[in-house]
T-cell receptor, first 112, second 112 residues
Framework: DAGVIQSPRHEVTEMGQEVTLRCKPI?????LFWYRQTMMRGLELLIYFNNNVPIDDSGMPEDRFSAKMPNASFSTLKIQPSEPRDSAVYFCASSLNPVEQFFGPGTRLTVL | SQQGEEDPQALSIQEGENATMNCSYKTSINNLQWYRQNSGRGLVHLILIRSNEREKHSGRLRVTLDTSKKSSSLLITASRAADTASYFC????????????FGQGTRLTINP
């Protein structure tokens, strides 16, 4: 298996632009997680899905952030409009059971 | 707020020595997990210890859990240069079965 796939790996955009991050979980996994990692705040859970349904989005910073999982093999995290403080590494992870999560390589987002 | 707090924040030792990292948490947990993150990469699951376990081994890794003190330790024996990475503890609260709450991590450097 290729593991969790994220795209793009790097994104540089200007403030106010829309940003869409993409994730393909490991085939067969039924849970998907979006995290954000910064030096100041560490690794934060933004939202997670179980069987394509959002279960907990309490970590989503504000209405500018939205996430979707239209099917078991694809999820997006959208930021609109983006702001410089959104600059971070965004990780997607998937799991089959509530034990081990498998992380993707991350998307490094820079908002100028 | 972060559930897990790692100690120390940074650790530098010589190759061959043992490395010990500690983690404290605040609320009751279902299990505690340790992850490793190499620079610029996603996190990789190392080991899980359940709340009713006190010690667990996996290769050169030894994890202990003291639920009365709400603390855990990760010991890496006979360290190697390839062990250089950041190590995170993550707790799974009793409520919120799939939700991992990460600490800030310990940056471990193994000097050859």
């Amino acid at each position: 298996d290729a593991g969790v796939i994220q795209s793009p790996r790097h994104e540089v955009t200007e403030m106010g632009q829309e940003v869409t991050l993409r994730c393909k979980p490991i085939s067969g996994h039924n849970s998907l997680f979006w995290y954000r990692q910064t030096m100041m705040r560490g690794l934060e859970l933004l939202i997670y899905f179980n069987n394509n349904v959002p279960i907990d989005d309490s970590g989503m910073p504000e209405d500018r952030f939205s996430a979707k999982m239209p099917n078991a093999s694809f999820s997006t995290l959208k930021i609109q409009p983006s702001e410089p403080r959104d600059s971070a590494v965004y990780f997607c992870a998937s799991s089959l059971n509530p034990v081990e999560q498998f992380f993707g390589p991350g998307t490094r987002l820079t908002v100028l | 707020s972060q559930q897990g707090e790692e100690d120390p924040q940074a650790l530098s030792i010589q190759e061959g020595e043992n490395a010990t990292m500690n983690c404290s948490y605040k609320t009751s947990i279902n299990n505690l997990q340790w992850y490793r993150q190499n620079s610029g990469r996603g996190l990789v699951h190392l080991i899980l210890i359940r709340s009713n376990e006190r010690e667990k081994h996996s290769g050169r890794l030894r994890v202990t859990l003291d639920t009365s003190k709400k603390s855990s330790s990760l010991l890496i024996t006979a360290s190697r240069a390839a062990d250089t990475a950041s190590y995170f503890c993550a707790t799974v609260p009793i409520q919120g079965a799939q939700k991992l709450v990460f600490g800030q991590g310990t940056r471990l450097t193994i000097n050859p």
